[in-house]
């Protein structure tokens, strides 16, 4: 199985700076193992959105798959009260 190439939208970066350092690690670190495997147990389809929410403590992580190219593109990172919105 080929491994994910993972994409960061442009706001993502804009996303990370509000958040505190040692969860930008933690949050990197869990996106980069979307790349091994872009659907693990934890992951979750938004429902009315082709999306997936992975969960790092607080914060939540949305992101796409898209098979035939075989990227993982993340759209959006924040806190579980605001990333929805």
Request: no cysteine; charged share 30%; net charge positive.
């Amino acid at each position: 199985m080929a491994k994910y190439e993972i994409v960061f939208k442009a706001s993502v970066a804009k996303d990370l700076h509000s958040i505190p350092n040692r969860d930008v690690e933690r949050i990197l670190s869990r996106i980069s193992q979307l790349a091994i495997d872009p659907r693990p147990p934890q992951s979750i389809k938004l429902s009315g959105e082709e999306k997936y929410r992975l969960r790092q403590g607080s914060y939540r992580i949305l992101y796409q798959i898209d098979d035939l190219v075989i990227t993982v593109t993340v759209v959006k990172i924040g806190h579980r009260r605001d990333v929805y919105r």
